[in-house]
C-alpha cells in the first residue's frame, strides 16, 4: 500500500520535512516515489508548501495519507483559497 507521509530532513534540533509518497513498507526515512511538498515547523508561522493537485491525484489513485499529513493539507488548501 502507498502512503502519503513526513520525511524527517535536517540536523539536530532544526528538523523540517519532506511530504513523499513511498511505500508502506519502507522505512520512514527510505525510499520514496514522489515528492509532494514541505513542511517547516521552525519558521512563524509554520511553512507549509504542498502541491495539493498531485497530492489530490495520489489520493484518486488509492494513497492513504497520514493523520498529520491530512491535517497539513486542509492548511496548504485553506492556504490557496485565500
Known amino acids: 500500500m502507498l502512503k502519503i507521509r513526513l520525511r524527517r530532513m535536517?540536523?539536530?534540533?532544526s528538523a523540517f520535512y519532506r511530504v513523499v509518497v513511498s511505500d508502506s513498507?519502507?522505512?520512514p526515512t527510505g525510499r520514496f516515489i514522489e515528492n509532494l511538498g514541505t513542511y517547516d515547523p521552525g519558521t512563524d508561522p509554520a511553512t507549509v508548501k504542498i502541491d495539493v493537485a498531485r497530492t489530490e491525484d495520489w489520493i484518486g489513485k488509492g494513497a492513504?495519507?497520514?493523520p498529520t499529513v491530512k491535517r497539513l493539507l486542509i492548511q496548504a488548501k485553506n492556504a490557496q483559497a485565500v
Not at 535536517?10 to 534540533?13: C, E, N, P, R
Open 10 to 13: 535536517g540536523a539536530k534540533h
Open 25 to 27: 513498507r519502507k522505512r
Open 64 to 66: 492513504q495519507v497520514s
